[in-house]
């Protein structure tokens, strides 16, 4: 928003805004912040920063903790969502001590040092990428995790439960996994979608459409245009904070678990992606399969080969493997194909522009740090095109088939996604070195890592009992 601190200091004293906000990404991608009065901005914070305790974050252990941040105010933005007057700001993370320099494992520091790779090893100017963002809307979610006592109570006006409610029922309901662009009156939330996009709109997040989703209690979907990766990982970030805060202005709240609901849809975020280099499309080849180019199926190939670790961080919840069921739409099998949604990377066909010829990684989900999953990625396939590994050599397709309906001989030939995060981190934890390339990642960064999700989720979760086990060994 900003290209220096005068035009900062300027537009908050001519626009009255009162406080100035800063806005810092913990390592599960979430967004901590720490506000100031706006009579105590001065242009030494934008060199010394701000202190904070880096092990709240995930960063760190708690003996050496000691992190600081220093606002970029170049993202600056005006927060609509708090009452004062508020001018927010992302944060970059710095260490401290006798030097103090860009800590490694600042998700936002890693996603620039990956576009710097790119560009160095001059395979590409620009990776760009577009997340399909899908997520559910309910009007009611509780839930409570006790020794005693475990419940989740969600509730949609919308959904096909709410059938035979005694009052205020106009009888439009959306039957089950019946949702996909289910109009007016079922689509209860079209006003506040067309709300949300306008925001995003407004932040300069350009929107390509939206609509309702196959799950009938509340399941949308926003997807956007293509934009270069650093950008839309703050995209990603903002895009997650302005659908929140709109579900509750409009007495809601949104969700992007993967599988929040038992047998209904599960939503992920696919993610678009292509290179370019002086403005051209290197991914399209008039002459290649699906008009892609080797270097296209090179990015494919190392992707694929290195798929099983990169779930480690394009799906780092335990409930992201519930939507991984095969079987179903969800992408589980580690191939390629033109128009085939079962595929771990789908090139779809009905993008003609040579332009925007390009491919989606089906897969992820929106529980990932945006950062991490984007700058992953694009490691994968950078290994991919600097060792020109041929997906269809490596027997990763193309399946222009639904796998699930190969002879089951053939269907033994495709490779399986992990089917658990302590799988997918094992995984990750035998196969990185892809990831320490011009220490985009480091040893220390995905060891913390594997740790950190290990401890906090899987360990966990694996220890709580579910009202499922119960029904199934409760009188064994």
């Not at 004062?84 to 620039?112: K, Q, W």
């Not at 996009?197 to 350009?206: A, W, Y």
């Not at 992820?364 to 041929?390: H, Q």
Request: charged share 25%.
């Amino acid at each position: 928003m900003f290209k220096n601190y005068e035009e900062l200091k300027n537009y908050v004293d001519s626009e009255g805004i009162k406080i100035i906000d800063f806005k810092v990404v913990t390592l599960d991608g979430k967004w901590n912040h720490l506000s100031i009065p706006s009579e105590r901005l001065n242009n030494q914070l934008f060199i010394d920063g701000i202190g904070f305790d880096g092990s709240s974050y995930g960063y760190s252990s708690v003996e050496n903790s000691d992190m600081c941040f220093i606002p970029d105010y170049t993202t600056a933005f005006v927060d609509t969502y708090c009452s004062a007057p508020t001018l927010s700001m992302l944060a970059n993370i710095y260490t401290v001590g006798s030097s103090e320099e860009r800590y490694s494992g600042d998700p936002r520091y890693i996603a620039e040092k990956a576009k710097k790779c790119l560009k160095d090893l001059n395979i590409a100017d620009t990776f760009s990428i577009a997340p399909e963002f899908e997520f559910y809307i309910f009007d009611h979610a509780a839930f409570e995790v006790k020794h005693e006592h475990q419940e989740v109570t969600i509730d949609s006006k919308e959904a096909y439960w709410n059938s035979n409610v005694g009052e205020n029922n106009n009888g439009y309901k959306v039957p089950f996994q019946n949702g996909y662009h289910m109009s007016l009156p079922h689509d209860l939330n079209n006003d506040l979608r067309s709300a949300m996009i306008l925001k995003l709109e407004e932040m300069g997040i350009r929107v390509k459409y939206h609509h309702h989703e196959v799950g009938a209690a509340g399941q949308l979907e926003i997807e956007v245009e293509l934009d270069e990766m650093l950008h839309m990982a703050d995209a990603t970030m903002m895009a997650k904070y302005l659908i929140r805060n709109e579900s509750v202005l409009h007495g809601k709240t949104a969700t992007f678990m993967p599988k929040p609901l038992y047998n209904e849809a599960g939503s992920g975020m696919h993610i678009h992606m292509l290179l370019e280099k002086n403005g051209e499309n290197i991914f399209y080849d008039e002459n290649g399969y699906s008009k892609l180019s080797d270097k296209a199926l090179y990015f494919i190939g190392g992707v694929l080969k290195h798929s099983k670790a990169l779930l480690g961080f394009t799906n780092p919840s335990t409930n992201s493997y519930k939507r991984l069921i095969p079987g179903f739409e969800a992408p589980v099998s580690i191939c390629f194909a033109t128009g085939n949604r079962s595929s771990v990377i789908r090139i779809p066909g009905y993008i003609k522009d040579p332009k925007k010829r390009r491919f989606e990684f089906r897969p992820s989900d929106a529980t990932c740090n945006p950062y991490l999953a984007y700058s992953a990625i694009l490691m994968a396939g950078i290994d991919g095109i600097i060792n020109k590994i041929d997906p269809t050599k490596e027997g990763f397709g193309p399946y222009d088939v639904n796998v699930f309906d190969l002879p089951e001989e053939e269907k033994n030939k495709i490779k399986a996604l992990p089917t658990s995060l302590e799988e997918a981190l094992k995984e990750l934890d035998k196969d990185h070195d892809f990831l320490l390339r011009e220490n985009v990642f480091t040893e220390d960064f995905i060891k913390n890592w594997i740790n950190h999700k290990y401890n906090n989720d899987c360990k966990r979760v694996n220890n709580i009992p579910s009202p499922i086990e119960f029904e199934l060994y409760y009188d064994l």
